[in-house]
């Protein structure tokens, strides 16, 4: 059984991976500091998987606290989902976002040496390719041009992890290059929670179509896509939690770096996902198109054979589950996690 350090466990896509690697045997430690999550989940992974998982609230900046919890516990290795992630709060924000992102990374990283503890798996995301050229993207592309403070903190944190590994050759390094995960536990008791007005499509349109928003505002019907609306590779949450489970059981013992995009192959439009949202709450939903978004691409999907081939993982789940499960979780839960 091999205890894994899960920053920012509590999130999303955190707790959903906490749910997975507790289905397959591993002891998953959650430290966060519940700036952009609710403690309300951890007892929602406990009624899903009959485990509670140890929580720790802290701040991966804080290496006194990361100390105490590495001499508290044989970790085997670290899942480090901590971060903020908002595109948009991080162009008004940069000094906050390279402090929490980078900084916290390598507080955690300098408390994993002292602890002798070599084996990372990093949340990196598809906005490190920037516009690429052609699609699908392979693992190879260039990752120079990510336009905004979020993104570079995901392009500096990988350069950092590579020089980490090009020093220790021992370190055991997988960065997971997620596309755009949504979606839900199908239980539809847990979910993406977001704070304030969601910046994300799923979860605007899953607001939308519980009544809490009037309509979908849709940038841009002038793309060269299939029907002018900007094209995305959507991975449900599920899957990208299944994702990890794989890279810890494949790669976790492996030295050097690994670079995994995961993703579906498969892009689909904002109209084709709000139909699919329609489908899932049975009534029609409004909206209206309004200017591209800056910084916005026009379409982008993974090629993500590569973990097919070394991770022996795939995306099975489709978008009609995405938003079935979704709008599962809106339904049940208007207001997302309860305080207490
Ligand atoms: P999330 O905000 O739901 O989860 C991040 C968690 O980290 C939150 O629970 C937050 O409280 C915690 N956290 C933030 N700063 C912290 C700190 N300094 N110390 C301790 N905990 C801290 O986000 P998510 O969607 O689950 O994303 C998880 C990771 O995946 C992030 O690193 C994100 O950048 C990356 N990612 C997300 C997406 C996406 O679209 N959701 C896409 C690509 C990559
Ligand atoms: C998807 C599509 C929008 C909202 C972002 C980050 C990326 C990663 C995933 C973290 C686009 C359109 C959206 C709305 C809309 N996150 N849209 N109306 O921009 O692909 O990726 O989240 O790593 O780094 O950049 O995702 O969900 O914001 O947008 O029309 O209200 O939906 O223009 O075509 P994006 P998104």
Redesign the pocket.
């Known amino acids: 059984m091999s205890n894994i350090l899960v920053?920012?466990g509590?999130?999303?896509?955190?707790s959903h991976t906490c749910l997975q690697m507790i289905a397959a045997g591993f002891t998953p430690i959650i430290?966060?500091?519940?700036?952009?999550?609710k403690p309300t989940v951890v007892k929602r992974i406990a009624a899903i998987s009959g485990q509670t998982p140890q929580v720790y609230q802290?701040?991966?900046?804080n290496r006194h606290h990361l100390d105490e919890v590495f001499a508290q516990h044989h970790i085997d290795g670290v899942i480090h989902?901590?971060?903020?992630?908002a595109v948009g709060e991080s162009m008004a924000k940069p000094v906050e976002y390279y402090e929490?992102n980078v900084s916290?990374t390598l507080t955690l990283l300098q408390a994993m040496q002292a602890a002798n503890v070599k084996r990372i798996i990093f949340?990196?995301?598809?906005?490190v390719y920037g516009e690429p050229e052609s699609m699908p993207i392979h693992e190879d592309f260039p990752t120079l041009s990510a336009t905004n403070p979020?993104g570079q903190s995901?392009l500096m944190i990988e350069r950092i992890l590579q020089d980490l590994a090009k020093a220790q050759p021992d370190w055991s390094i997988t960065l997971l290059r997620?596309f755009?995960?949504v979606g839900a536990h199908p239980s539809g008791t847990m979910g993406?929670d977001p704070q304030g007005v969601p910046n994300?499509l799923a979860p605007y349109i899953a607001q939308v179509a519980v009544g809490r928003r009037e309509k979908l505002s849709i940038f841009g019907n002038d793309y060269p896509t299939v029907d002018g609306s900007g094209v995305r590779d959507y991975i449900h949450v599920m899957d990208l939690a299944d994702g990890h489970v794989a890279a810890l059981t494949y790669r976790l013992k492996q030295a050097g770096v690994h670079i995994y995009n995961l993703g579906t192959g498969q892009g689909y439009s904002v109209l084709q996902v709000l139909h699919a949202f329609e489908q899932a709450c049975g009534h029609s939903l409004a909206y209206q198109i309004c200017p591209r978004r800056a910084g916005d691409i026009a379409e982008c999907w993974a090629d993500s054979t590569k973990a097919a081939k070394e991770l022996h993982w795939q995306a099975t789940r489709s978008l009609s589950q995405m938003a079935d499960d979704t709008w599962r979780w809106q339904s049940n839960n208007p207001n997302g996690y309860p305080e207490s």
Do not use: Q, W
Request: proline content about 3%.
């Open positions: 920053t920012g509590a999130g999303y896509i955190g430290f966060d500091n519940f700036s952009n999550s802290g701040d991966i900046r989902f901590a971060g903020l992630k929490n916290g949340s990196s995301s598809a906005t979020y995901k997620y755009n995960p993406e994300n």
